[in-house]
């Protein structure tokens, strides 16, 4: 105990001096970008540019420093040639330029999480520091001795102390890092090579949404100068989920990461609506890439007679053979269709007008055509027929009407069978859903924009190289972007970083996307991200036992061998830190009922009396379940941390935040995030203290398996089970009294 004391005292002297160092630079990053922003917009292009320059720096810096508060320092390694090295969230140096604290990031971090009894990395001590706020708290060391290594399991659990003591810690409805706690099998995946895809599985709770997570800080920090112009791309399941995550990076110091959904993808476009089984799984299938091919070839059409217009006297003919020969040329330029418009266009006008040049009496002059070309463009008989066969149309038009079209729908596949299609037609104008998302993507790729930039837009780009000019006179190109002074020129009102510009722009290529719930996503979703990154440097994380979508991964080789080819590796995660052993036990049993392709699992612990089964009668339930919630919060939730949840069937969802409404009004008033009432498929991703599932059989009527699976896996104390039949696979659970 006297030991332990000693290295608290220890350890607080370090932590004060690092956040003194932290509060100086904090301060001298305000004091300096105060200093350049009273400066002004004022003087040449050039010195704004140079105080943009130093304000984009001090900012960046600033809010680097401010999201590093929390655990700023949590390890310490004692090594073999008598060093000592501190490991935090950030990399800091004193006054005198001397390292002070590693970023957990860096190459001499590595033994922080590598280190084991038969390789020891020449650490001779790790040492877990907690804190909470400024205040050390605990201290936990484990010692490497060569002479007793006889395993090299690689599994084993370092600092388990801080581990479970995260672990155990109260949910807060916001995903906290595990930078402090990260384990060797996660560690090996976060530090893997930036190249190709890394395909990370994992059953519920063995921490792939961290892994992830984490992979996208290590890999800003690795290879910025590949990554801060191209950014990184996060995509996850939904919004409560990314709402759920958004202050991970933050905290692990970026901030340069889109992340969206995959009902988002598209800038200006939002999937509200939801798809059938057969049509969801339809478009899915990359043969619907072929479909919208046939589509858009569609709207390229030969007339079926040729067709002659009187004008001036002249009789012009729009010929067949005219218009195959346009629309020849102007697929060799193999440019989207609607770029296209304008050679097709263009070559038509020119043929119209030898014709009409050639049925002149008298020679007409060179610089005479471009009149006849300007009356013959204005026309609106030939606009009529010339947009007739090369017809331009927005995505959003063209998947509208081939969804909603019989004999489009026909026409572009004819290989589905009648019923299909009906699995596939609606009205016309219903609300896009997520499974449309990569058809319109596909389209957009297709079709191009319907309008390109304008003469204004041309002359930003010779504002843009004149940024870039400006930055290499300066030599300030390191610090801030060509874009962004662009934009400070163009009297922007805020600076817009790589994700603002990113999420904004279609055609925007990453340099890595990371997808979370991947078995989620269907085979054209995938060709959607594949085009957003040629290099198909990808992290993917998922589990296909708790594939929901009918058209997602029951197989990862089933669907990345023809993505991919060999250049994607599979890596397995295989401890579950999330929920308890009892807990994870009960839900792989029924995975294993329900035929659902699980991961092995080994649980990093177990509580007593974690999950438990409430058999009530039907006419009971509803005061049975208000009871049990009550019961919930008042052992989880308090005033900052906590959080219990209700999953439900879809059907019973409204009811049930109704019915519950009461506990966070009523006596048991909560935080607004202390309780929360969801579906299976709403809580996936997601975690809780204590997780209650209402009714199982409900959904197991009306969702998958792996729903049901979803929500047996979310809590990190206890679940328990409120039913009013008997389920099978509930025989083993202990029975509360309803």
């Known amino acids: 105990m006297a030991d332990h004391r000693e290295a608290l005292v220890e350890e607080q002297q370090i932590v004060d001096h690092l956040y003194a160092r932290l509060d100086t630079l904090r301060e001298s990053a305000s004091t300096r970008l105060a200093q350049v922003r009273r400066e002004g917009p004022s003087g040449s292009p050039q010195n704004r540019s140079e105080r943009d320059s130093f304000a984009t720096h001090y900012e960046d810096r600033l809010a680097l420093l401010q999201a590093v508060e929390e655990r700023l320092i949590f390890g310490r390694l004692d090594l073999t040639e008598d060093a000592t090295r501190y490991i935090g969230r950030i990399g800091m ?71 479970l003591s995260a672990l155990s810690a109260g949910r807060t409805g916001k995903m906290g890092d595990i930078v402090a706690t990260i384990q060797r099998e996660q560690d090996d995946i976060i530090r893997s090579p930036l190249q190709g895809a890394v395909v990370v599985q994992g059953g519920p709770g063995t921490g792939k949404t961290a892994v992830a997570l984490h992979r996208a800080a290590y890999l800003l920090y690795a290879h910025r100068r590949v990554l801060e112009r191209s950014g990184v791309l996060l995509v996850g399941p939904s919004e409560q989920f990314l709402r759920y995550i958004d202050q991970v990076l933050p905290s692990l110091g970026e901030t340069g ?8 993808l598209l800038p200006h476009v939002t999937a509200h609506g939801h798809d059938t089984g057969r049509g969801a799984v339809l ?31 002249h009789d012009i003919v729009i010929s067949r053979r005219d218009v195959r020969d346009a629309m ?72 509208d009407d081939l969804l909603s079209r019989e004999h489009r729908l026909a026409e572009a596949a004819p290989d589905l069978s009648p019923a299909d299609r009906q699995a596939l037609l609606r009205p016309a104008g ?35 190289e004149y940024a870039r000019d400006v930055l290499a006179q300066t030599g300030a190109a390191g610090l801030v972007s060509a874009e962004d002074l662009h934009a400070r020129f163009q009297g922007a009102s805020a600076r817009l970083s790589v994700a603002e510009r990113a999420a904004s722009d279609r055609e925007w290529t990453y340099g890595h996307i990371i997808v979370d719930e991947a078995q989620e996503l269907s085979a054209m979703a995938w060709r959607s991200l594949i085009r957003r990154c040629p290099t198909r440097s990808f992290t993917i994380v998922g589990d296909t036992a708790q594939t929901s979508d009918p058209a997602g991964a029951t197989s990862w080789s089933t669907m990345f061998d023809p993505l991919f080819s060999e250049h994607w590796t599979r890596r397995d995660l295989t401890v ?17 009922l329900s035929g659902l392709s699980s991961s092995p699992l080994t649980s990093a612990r177990d509580i007593p009396d974690a999950a438990a089964v409430i058999h009530t009668q039907a006419e009971e339930s509803n005061g049975v379940l208000i009871a049990e919630v009550n019961r919930c919060v008042e052992r989880y939730v308090t005033s900052d941390s906590g959080q219990v949840a209700v999953l439900s069937a879809p059907s019973r969802i409204a009811a049930v935040r109704e019915l519950l409404a009461s506990v966070q009004t009523g006596a048991h008033a909560v935080r607004p995030s202390g309780l929360v009432i969801l579906t299976p498929r709403e809580a996936k991703g997601l975690e809780f203290d204590a997780v209650v599932v209402e009714s199982p059989e409900r959904m197991s009527e009306e969702l998958s398996a792996s729903d049901l699976f979803v929500a047996l896996t979310r809590p990190t104390q206890y679940l328990c089970v409120v039913t009013d039949r008997v389920v099978p696979w509930l025989s083993d659970l202990s029975e509360d009294d309803a």
């Open 257 to 264: 990461v889109v992340s969206t959904t995959l009902g988002a």
């Open 430 to 464: 219903s609300p896009w859903t997520q499974a449309d998302i990569p058809i319109l993507d596909e389209a957009e790729e297709l079709l191009g924009p319907l309008s390109r930039p304008t003469t204004t837009q041309r002359t930003d780009d010779r504002s843009l």
């Open 576 to 592: 579950n830190y999330r929920t308890p052993r009892t807990v994870a036990d009960l839900a792989m049993r029924f995975a294993e």
């Open 328 to 399: 020849a040329r102007a697929r060799r330029a193999n440019k989207p269709h609607n770029d296209t418009w304008e050679i097709f266009a263009k070559d038509m006008l020119n043929r119209l007008a030898q014709q009409y040049v050639a049925d002149m009496p008298y020679h007409v002059a060179e610089e005479d055509r471009g009149d006849i070309l300007t009356e013959l463009r204005m026309d609106k008989r030939i606009r009529r027929a010339i947009n007739l066969a090369w017809f331009p149309i927005s995505a959003a038009q063209l998947v």
């Open 93 to 163: 140096t004193d006054a005198n330029q001397r390292s002070i604290l590693t970023d957990w990031r860096a190459p001499a971090a590595e033994p922080f999480y590598r280190a084991t009894l038969a390789h020891p990395l020449g650490v001779r001590q790790r040492r877990h520091i907690t804190t909470r706020r400024r205040t050390v708290t605990a201290v936990e060391d484990e010692i490497f001795d060569l002479s007793g290594a006889t395993s090299t399991d690689q599994t084993t659990l370092h600092g388990e102390g801080a581990l």
């Open 283 to 313: 478009k899915g299938e990359t043969r619907f890439a072929q479909y919208i091919k046939n589509a858009v070839r569609a709207r390229q059409r030969v007339p079926q007679h040729d067709e002659t217009l009187r004008i001036d006297g």
